[in-house]
């Protein structure tokens, strides 16, 4: 492979970091990875739990990563052990995906009580084999993803009874409908259209209280908003892990006082470049976004590296996406067939381990859900 020359610092070891990196290391750039972490990954290292996404298959695939070239350090804090005008002094261009780690706080009487903590933090300290620190009882706050599995994580690490929070109802959870049937399954409680109050501490013990909600008109999401009732109630537990959202951590812009960034922290970025208000600085994935999809990130990786690869005019330009054209040629035979349905551990036994929930597809399952295809050219 050809070296351009040209030097490319990227900041954050996530999806969307790696992503770019891995792309400009085989246009032929020189690229060098700081990550925060101990562990590169990003959330898909700290945030998915190891039943959704096992610890060898992440590591296979950022061991290919840096097979291709890029070298990662770990331990590196982006505007604490070094600042961004520094790796803009050094690189020909810096691409920020800090992703989108910290939590937001509750907001009520209570939520700074010891017992009372992020669910981000402690699905971190629990994929680094640090101290969880929870009880028998833990009730959860929220309704994504980041909710579910902090409540399945709870349950694996021996928390006889979970109580999952959300202010609106089951249809109306942002999380994976797969992953909130999962939780039913598993025994975690559900308790809708209640919404945190207040937390209180006594005898060891925390009272989160209720209030009772009902539904409302549409707002914005395309959901009816939750609107308080007269009714209450209350859930005692060990623990409450408040999952309400993340926004990204602003320490990696200390001293950047022209990137422009929304109320939350989000950067300002263009999305099909990832360009910013700061000359050779692209930015992408959740913290450009907030909280999305990892699909979503490695996207916007992709497209960052493609536009840093055309300003830097490397020797290899990266190919950019072809547009997806829809046609139909012909009539189209239609013979429904439904999609293979994919073997599980009972939750019995997955509840007291962190083996992946999903064993993947039998043969024939395989076979048969690659039939189901309209047009396959490897067809026989």
């Known amino acids: 492979m050809t070296r351009t020359g040209k030097k490319v610092a990227v900041i954050g070891a996530g999806p969307s970091g790696l992503t770019a990196a891995y792309y400009l290391a085989l246009a032929g750039h020189d690229v060098k990875v700081y990550e925060a972490l101990p562990v590169a990954g990003g959330m898909m290292a700290v945030g998915i739990p190891a039943y959704r996404l096992p610890k060898d298959v992440l590591q296979h695939e950022v061991d290919n990563i840096k097979a291709a070239g890029v070298d990662i350090r770990l331990g590196v ?5 070094i600042s961004v005008k520094t790796l803009l002094e050094e690189n020909d261009a810096v691409y920020a995906a800090v992703g989108a780690h910290l939590e ?3 907001g009520i009487p209570g939520d700074n009580l010891p017992g009372v903590l992020s669910a981000t933090e402690f699905l971190r300290d629990v994929a680094l084999g640090n101290k969880a620190g929870i009880g028998g009882s833990v009730a959860v706050i929220g309704g994504g993803n980041s909710a579910i599995d902090a409540a399945r994580t709870a349950l694996r690490l021996g928390a006889g009874k979970v109580h999952l929070v959300y202010r609106r109802m089951r249809e109306d959870m942002p999380a ?3 992953e909130v049937t999962a939780a039913i399954e598993e025994g975690i409680e559900f308790h809708f259209l209640t919404a945190p109050a207040s ?5 060891g013990k925390l009272t989160l209280k209720c209030d009772t909600m009902k539904l409302g008109a549409f707002d914005k999401s395309g959901r009816r908003r939750p609107e308080k009732t007269e009714g209450t109630s209350e859930i005692v537990v060990d623990n409450v892990l408040a ?5 990204p951590d602003p ?3 200390e001293g950047l006082p022209e990137l422009v960034t929304t109320k939350s922290g989000i950067v300002v970025s263009d999305p099909n470049t990832g360009e910013t208000s700061v000359e050779r600085l692209y930015s992408g994935g959740d913290c450009a976004t907030g909280p999305w999809t990892v ?6 990786g992709r497209k960052a590296a493609l536009a840093i690869d055309r300003k830097l005019e490397g020797t290899w330009h990266l190919e950019a996406n072809k547009p997806i054209v829809r046609t139909l040629v012909g009539e189209v035979i239609e013979d429904p067939m439904p999609r293979a349905v994919m073997q599980e551990l009972p939750a019995t036994d997955r509840v007291c381990c962190f083996r992946e929930v999903e064993l993947g597809l039998r043969a024939e399952d395989a076979l048969a859900e690659a039939s189901r295809c309209f047009q396959c050219d490897v067809r026989d």
Do not use: C, H
């Open 176 to 178: 994976d409908k797969a």
């Open 243 to 247: 999952a309400i959202g993340q926004n």
């Open 295 to 300: 699909v979503a990130a490695i996207g916007a």
């Open 199 to 203: 937390i209180e501490a006594a005898g």
């Open 251 to 253: 320490t990696f812009k």
């Open 77 to 81: 804090k982006v505007g604490k052990d």
């Open 104 to 106: 937001q706080s509750l």
